[in-house]
């Protein structure tokens, strides 16, 4: 895999992950759909054991909606996005027409790279008199993923409409601009992001990958040893370098 391919997949993947996860019960008042539940931020062994955990809640009872939603965003964040499909299809069989479930379906069809399907999902059930802004983040960051950036943009900025000051919104804002290259405008939203209600770590963690890509070390340095232990910072910052060594030897070759 080229220099370039690994940033544009470590994009995709940060685009895709949306908010943090939260408990299976939970659901802010302000949302017209229950928050999208992610475990890829999670340490292996965290994620493993969640994933063992939910696996057993989902065998005894695969009608919970919350669980299955749940289930299928485990197994996303450990490399099983095609068992996230099927869990969801049996669960679209239960709940046609939930949002929720549409929503958790259409990013597991993303996460497996069916990014048509996952659009037409999208497509059937935001309500264009008032969609969810969850649908709608979503469907910003499938379209980020075929490269379809200012689609993408547009889509965002109707989310923020409908959920001003949402943190996952923007962030992926920032990350849609990181992925054409435009990283001062990224870490001006990503920036933002930051001081919204329901930032993150993962969000924090965001803003400083972006703010090392153009060479402030020190600067990122100090974010991600606020989020990390210093051997995850270590490691962060050695693959941040590698990044930008790699890109620049690239941005070289293609100028020549």
């Not at 408990?23 to 965290?46: K, L, V």
């Not at 996952?118 to 969810?132: G, H």
Request: proline share 5%.
């Amino acid at each position: 895999m080229s220099p370039l391919n690994r940033l544009y997949r470590s994009l995709r993947v940060l685009l895709l992950a949306g908010v943090a996860a939260v408990a299976i019960s939970a659901c802010a008042s302000n949302r017209t759909s229950m928050p999208s539940p992610d475990y890829s931020g999670m340490p292996a062994g965290q994620s493993q054991q969640g994933l063992a955990e939910l696996t057993g809640r989902y065998k005894s009872n695969p009608k919970d909606k919350g669980i299955a939603i749940h289930y299928a965003a485990a197994l996303r964040a450990v490399g099983q996005s095609q068992q996230a499909v099927s869990v969801l299809e049996i669960s679209i069989g239960y709940y046609p027409g939930d949002i929720d479930i549409a929503v958790a379906y259409a990013k597991a069809l993303t996460s497996d790279g069916r990014f048509d399907q996952s659009l037409q999902v999208l497509d059937n059930v935001i309500r264009p008199e008032a969609p969810d802004w969850n649908a709608l983040l979503v469907k910003g960051a499938t379209l980020d993923q075929v490269g379809r950036n200012q689609e993408a943009r547009a889509i965002y900025a109707q989310a923020l409409v409908f959920a001003p000051g949402e943190a996952s919104i923007e962030a992926n804002m920032g990350l849609s601009y990181a992925m054409t290259n435009e990283l001062p405008t990224a870490e001006q939203h990503l920036r933002r992001a930051v001081q919204m209600r329901g930032a993150t770590s993962q969000i924090r963690q965001n803003l400083a990958l972006i703010v090392g890509l153009q060479g402030r070390f020190e600067e990122c340095r100090a974010i991600y040893a606020a989020e990390l232990p210093p051997a995850q910072v270590e490691s962060n910052m050695a693959y941040v370098r590698a990044l930008l060594t790699q890109q620049n030897r690239w941005d070289m070759i293609d100028q020549g």
